[in-house]
C-alpha cells in the first residue's frame, strides 16, 4: 500500500499521522517528545508502522513540521508549522464548513493562521515569547489547582460565575489563583477564570491577524471543552474543532508530502 | 598611626574597585568583539561576497574587534591630522557638510551592539529602545576608541528616547543638542531650523578654531564638503538602483553592510570603495552573476535600523530564502538617499539648502505629520516589486510600531503581506523569529509561485 507520513516534532508532544493515497487518515500515534526528538520520532514513527503492519518501503515520503522538524532525521523534507496546520485545517474541516481562520493551541505556543480559499495562508501571528495564551498556562494552573488538565474543561463548563483573572503571565496568574483559592472561591469558577484569560489573549492576537470567520480551533488545546466554549464567548462566533485537533499539523505535513510527491489530492 | 591605618585601608579598597571595574570592562570587551567578530564572520562565509565588500568588512573590523577606529578617521600622522577634531552625530539630521567644511570629522555613533546595550540597561529606563541603551553603554564603558576619541556629540531631538540620551551622555562627554522640529510643514519651525543650524555651524567654527579664535567655515569649504557628501550619495544611489534588478546581483546583508560602514569612514574614501563595488556589481550583471533566482520571495525590511553588530534580522531573513532588495532604513537606504538641491553657491544658499535636505525629505517617523514615509514605502514597494515586507520594531520604539498602523492599511490595499517582529539585540528570541520568519518566506514562495 502506498502511504505518506507526517510528523509533527512539537514541544510536548511527538504526532505521527499516515496517509494513504487517498488522503484517508490510516493511522496515528501521539507520545510525549522526550528529550531527544529525533530518537522519539524514528520509535513512534516505527511502532505505528508496525501497527498498521506496514513496512517502511510503504511510505513514499516523511514530512516533519514543528519544532523539532529540522531534528528529525528520517524526514525527506520539512515544512513550518503554519503551513502544515493550514493545510491539515483544509482537510480536517467539518462537512460543507469553509474554514478561514485556525487558532492552534500548542504546549510552547499558540498561533493564529488566516488562510484564504485555496488554504493557502493569508496572514498569521504567533505568540512564542511566553508562557501566556498556550497549553503550558493551563498546565501550570492546573498542577495548583490540584486537577488533571484532562479534567480542566468539563469543570469549567460547571462554573457559575467564572472569576476574573487578569494576570497573562502564568507566574503571576498561579499566585492570582493562590489568592483567589484562599479567598475561599470555587474552584470550578477559578478554572472557568483561567479558560476566559487565556481566550481573551489569544482572541486579541487573532483579531489583530485579521479573524475571519470560520474558525477552527486546533492543538491539544482545543481537546478542552472549557476553551472551545470561551472561545466561542470571547469571539461570540462559533468554533468548529478539528477532527483529532493534536494531529492537525502532522496530517498537513503528511499532505503536503504528497501532493509534493505528484500523488493527487 | 591609626589615621594612617584608615588611608591604607582607603587605598585598597579604591584599588579594588577600580581592579572590579577594570575586569567588568574587559568582559564587556571580550563580548563586544566576540559579537562583531560572529557577524563579520558570517558575512565572510558568504560564497558570492562581492570582492569590494572586504574593503568595508575591514572597516568594521578595525573599529570594533582591532578598536582602531583612529587609522580610518587619523589617517595621516601629520601635524594639522593631530589637530583634526572628530565630532560624534547621533541620528541622520546631522549635516555632516558642515562638520566636514571646518576641517573636522563626523563619525555616526548609534549603537548596535548588544553587550554594550547590557551596559547601558543600567543607567537608562528598562523600556528604552537598544539603539539608546547601547549608545549609552558604549559611552560610559569608555572602552572603544571610536567612542573616545570623540571631542563632541551632536544629539538631534528626534524620538523622545535619542532626546533624553543627549542629557544622559552629557555626563560623560560634551554634548550638543540639536532641536530638530517635529512638524516640517510649518514656515516657523522650518525658519527655527535653519537658525539652529547657523548655531551649530557658529559652534563647530568655534570649536575648530584655535584659542577661542573662530575658524570661518569657508564658502569654497562647504561647496566642496557638499560635493564630497554628493558623490557619496550618488554611489549610494547607484547601489540601489543595482538592487532593483529583476533576480539579486548583492544580498541584502551585505548591501546594508557597505552602507552602514559609512558611518565609521571619512566620505572621500567610502566614496571610492563604493564605486569598486558597484562597479564589480555591474560587471556581475553582465554576466548574468545572480545570487538568486527571479522566484526568491522579495523583501523590503521597514522601520527601526539593523545596526552593525546587530544583523539578526537581515541574516535570518536571508539565511531562511528570502531576499532583502530593499530596506529604508536611517542606517541604510535613507541614510544617503536625499541630495542637496542648490541654486546659487552662497553660504546663505548653501545653507538653506543644507537644512531642506535634513528635514523636509527625511521620513523619520519622529516627524508628524509622515505621510511621506507611507508614499516612500508605496514607491519602494513598486521600484523593487516587493513581495512582502519585515517590519522590524526594536523594543521601545514607539514610533515606528505606531506608524505600522498606517504601514499595514496601505500595504492591504497592495496586497502586500506585513510582517511585524518585535525584538532587540539579544539572541535570545532567535530560534522562534526563525519560525516566524521562515512561515513568512515560505507564504511569500507559494503567493509568487502562483
Given at each position: 500500500m502506498e502511504c505518506y507520513a507526517g510528523i509533527d516534532a512539537g514541544s510536548t508532544y511527538m504526532k505521527v499521522a499516515i496517509m494513504n493515497n487517498n488522503s484517508v487518515l490510516e493511522g496515528y500515534k501521539v507520545a510525549p517528545a522526550g528529550i531527544d526528538c529525533r530518537e522519539t520520532a524514528k520509535a513512534v514513527f516505527d511502532q505505528l508502522l508496525d501497527n498498521l503492519g506496514l513496512s517502511a518501503p510503504d511510505v513514499l515520503s516523511i514530512t516533519s513540521t514543528g519544532y523539532g522538524r529540522r531534528r528529525v532525521d528520517i524526514s525527506h523534507k520539512n515544512v513550518t508549522e503554519i503551513r502544515a496546520h493550514a493545510t491539515g485545517a483544509v482537510w480536517t474541516a467539518h462537512e460543507g464548513r469553509k474554514i478561514r481562520t485556525i487558532i492552534d493551541i500548542g504546549g510552547q505556543d499558540s498561533k493564529v493562521i488566516v488562510i484564504n480559499e485555496e488554504g493557502e495562508t493569508k496572514n498569521f501571528a504567533m505568540n512564542d515569547k511566553c508562557a501566556a495564551g498556550t497549553g503550558r498556562f493551563l498546565e501550570v494552573l492546573a498542577r495548583v489547582l490540584n486537577v488533571t488538565v484532562e479534567e480542566l474543561g468539563p469543570f469549567s463548563l460547571q462554573a457559575e460565575s467564572p472569576c476574573q483573572i487578569n494576570s497573562l503571565c502564568a507566574v503571576?496568574?498561579?499566585?492570582?489563583?493562590?489568592?483567589?483559592?484562599?479567598?475561599?472561591?470555587?474552584?470550578?469558577?477559578?478554572?472557568?477564570?483561567?479558560?476566559?484569560?487565556?481566550?481573551?489573549?489569544?482572541?486579541?492576537?487573532?483579531?489583530?491577524?485579521?479573524?475571519?470567520?470560520?474558525?477552527?480551533?486546533?492543538?491539544?488545546?482545543?481537546?478542552?471543552?472549557?476553551?472551545?466554549?470561551?472561545?466561542?464567548?470571547?469571539?461570540?462566533m462559533d468554533i468548529y474543532v478539528a477532527k483529532n485537533p493534536q494531529l492537525n499539523g502532522a496530517i498537513g505535513a503528511a499532505l503536503l508530502g504528497k501532493n509534493s510527491n505528484g500523488g493527487k489530492g | 598611626?591609626?589615621?594612617?591605618?584608615?588611608?591604607?585601608?582607603?587605598?585598597?579598597?579604591?584599588?579594588?574597585?577600580?581592579?572590579?571595574?577594570?575586569?567588568?570592562?574587559?568582559?564587556?570587551?571580550?563580548?563586544?568583539?566576540?559579537?562583531?567578530?560572529?557577524?563579520?564572520?558570517?558575512?565572510?562565509?558568504?560564497?558570492?561576497?562581492?570582492?569590494?565588500?572586504?574593503?568595508?568588512?575591514?572597516?568594521?573590523?578595525?573599529?570594533?574587534?582591532?578598536?582602531?577606529?583612529?587609522?580610518?578617521?587619523?589617517?595621516?600622522?601629520?601635524?594639522?591630522?593631530?589637530?583634526?577634531?572628530?565630532?560624534?552625530?547621533?541620528?541622520?539630521?546631522?549635516?555632516?557638510?558642515?562638520?566636514?567644511?571646518?576641517?573636522?570629522?563626523?563619525?555616526?555613533?548609534?549603537?548596535?551592539?548588544?553587550?554594550?546595550?547590557?551596559?547601558?540597561?543600567?543607567?537608562?529606563?528598562?523600556?528604552?529602545?537598544?539603539?539608546?541603551?547601547?549608545?549609552?553603554?558604549?559611552?560610559?564603558?569608555?572602552?572603544?576608541?571610536?567612542?573616545?576619541?570623540?571631542?563632541?556629540?551632536?544629539?538631534?531631538?528626534?524620538?523622545?528616547?535619542?532626546?533624553?540620551?543627549?542629557?544622559?551622555?552629557?555626563?560623560?562627554?560634551?554634548?550638543?543638542?540639536?532641536?530638530?522640529?517635529?512638524?516640517?510643514?510649518?514656515?516657523?519651525?522650518?525658519?527655527?531650523?535653519?537658525?539652529?543650524?547657523?548655531?551649530?555651524?557658529?559652534?563647530?567654527?568655534?570649536?575648530?578654531?584655535?584659542?577661542?579664535?573662530?575658524?570661518?567655515?569657508?564658502?569654497?569649504?562647504?561647496?566642496?564638503?557638499?560635493?564630497?557628501i554628493g558623490s557619496a550619495q550618488y554611489q549610494a544611489r547607484?547601489?540601489?538602483?543595482?538592487?532593483?534588478?529583476?533576480?539579486?546581483?548583492?544580498?541584502?546583508?551585505?548591501?546594508?553592510?557597505?552602507?552602514?560602514?559609512?558611518?565609521?569612514?571619512?566620505?572621500?574614501?567610502?566614496?571610492?570603495?563604493?564605486?569598486?563595488?558597484?562597479?564589480?556589481?555591474?560587471?556581475?550583471?553582465?554576466?548574468?552573476?545572480?545570487?538568486?533566482?527571479?522566484?526568491?520571495?522579495?523583501?523590503?525590511?521597514?522601520?527601526?535600523?539593523?545596526?552593525?553588530?546587530?544583523?539578526?534580522?537581515?541574516?535570518?531573513?536571508?539565511?531562511?530564502?528570502?531576499?532583502?532588495?530593499?530596506?529604508?532604513?536611517?542606517?541604510?537606504?535613507?541614510?544617503?538617499?536625499?541630495?542637496?538641491g542648490l541654486t546659487e553657491k552662497s553660504v546663505t544658499d548653501m545653507m538653506v539648502g543644507i537644512a531642506a535636505r535634513y528635514i523636509m525629505p527625511c521620513v523619520c517617523p519622529s516627524f508628524a505629520p509622515n505621510e511621506d514615509r507611507l508614499f516612500r514605502l508605496l514607491q519602494m514597494a513598486e521600484e523593487f516589486s516587493i513581495d512582502g515586507i519585515i517590519y522590524h520594531v526594536l523594543k521601545g520604539c514607539v514610533i515606528y510600531d505606531f506608524e505600522l498602523i498606517r504601514v499595514e492599511k496601505?500595504?492591504?490595499?497592495?496586497?502586500?503581506?506585513?510582517?511585524?517582529?518585535?525584538?532587540?539585540?539579544?539572541?535570545?528570541?532567535?530560534?522562534?523569529?526563525r519560525t516566524r520568519i521562515e512561515a513568512f518566506v515560505e507564504m511569500l514562495g507559494i503567493r509568487k509561485e502562483r
Open positions: 503571576f496568574a498561579e499566585s492570582e489563583v493562590i489568592s483567589l483559592l484562599a479567598r475561599g472561591n470555587d474552584r470550578k469558577n477559578i478554572i472557568a477564570g483561567i479558560h476566559r484569560s487565556l481566550a481573551k489573549r489569544v482572541s486579541g492576537m487573532a483579531r489583530r491577524a485579521g479573524l475571519e470567520s470560520e474558525v477552527l480551533l486546533t492543538g491539544g488545546g482545543a481537546l478542552n471543552p472549557g476553551l472551545v466554549a470561551a472561545f466561542e464567548d470571547e469571539l461570540m | 598611626m591609626n589615621e594612617s591605618t584608615n588611608e591604607q585601608i582607603d587605598e585598597i579598597l579604591m584599588n579594588k574597585e577600580a581592579d572590579q571595574l577594570q575586569k567588568r570592562k574587559a568582559r564587556f570587551a571580550r563580548g563586544l568583539v566576540r559579537s562583531a567578530e560572529t557577524t563579520l564572520a558570517e558575512l565572510e562565509e558568504n560564497p558570492d561576497l562581492p570582492e569590494s565588500m572586504h574593503y568595508f568588512i575591514n572597516i568594521m573590523r578595525e573599529v570594533f574587534v582591532k578598536d582602531r577606529a583612529h587609522r580610518l578617521l587619523l589617517p595621516s600622522q601629520n601635524q594639522s591630522a593631530n589637530n583634526r577634531k572628530i565630532i560624534g552625530t547621533y541620528c541622520l539630521m546631522v549635516p555632516e557638510e558642515l562638520i566636514y567644511a571646518a576641517g573636522a570629522t563626523p563619525v555616526r555613533l548609534c549603537g548596535g551592539n548588544y553587550e554594550a546595550s547590557l551596559a547601558g540597561d543600567e543607567l537608562v529606563p528598562r523600556d528604552t529602545c537598544p539603539v539608546v541603551k547601547a549608545s549609552i553603554g558604549f559611552t560610559s564603558l569608555n572602552l572603544m576608541s571610536l567612542y573616545q576619541m570623540c571631542d563632541a556629540v551632536i544629539v538631534p531631538t528626534t524620538c523622545d528616547a535619542k532626546r533624553k540620551m543627549g542629557e544622559e551622555l552629557s555626563k560623560f562627554t560634551e554634548v550638543w543638542m540639536l532641536e530638530v522640529p517635529h512638524i516640517k510643514d510649518s514656515e516657523g519651525s522650518r525658519r527655527q531650523w535653519l537658525q539652529q543650524l547657523y548655531a551649530l555651524k557658529n559652534n563647530i567654527e568655534k570649536f575648530t578654531g584655535k584659542s577661542f579664535i573662530r575658524r570661518k567655515i569657508r564658502r569654497k569649504a562647504l561647496d566642496a564638503s557638499i560635493k564630497m547607484r547601489l540601489y538602483d543595482i538592487r532593483k534588478s529583476s533576480a539579486a546581483i548583492i544580498s541584502g546583508r551585505d548591501a546594508m553592510f557597505a552602507i552602514n560602514a559609512y558611518s565609521y569612514d571619512t566620505a572621500f574614501k567610502w566614496t571610492k570603495a563604493m564605486t569598486r563595488l558597484n562597479d564589480e556589481l555591474e560587471v556581475r550583471c553582465h554576466k548574468g552573476q545572480f545570487i538568486c533566482s527571479e522566484h526568491t520571495p522579495r523583501i523590503l525590511i521597514a522601520g527601526s535600523p539593523p545596526i552593525f553588530p546587530n544583523w539578526k534580522i537581515p541574516s535570518l531573513i536571508e539565511e531562511m530564502g528570502a531576499v532583502i532588495v530593499a530596506d529604508e532604513s536611517c542606517m541604510g537606504n535613507r541614510y544617503l538617499y536625499d541630495p542637496i496601505i500595504m492591504k490595499g497592495k496586497n502586500i503581506p506585513v510582517l511585524r517582529i518585535e525584538t532587540d539585540y539579544s539572541p535570545e528570541d532567535i530560534e522562534q523569529l
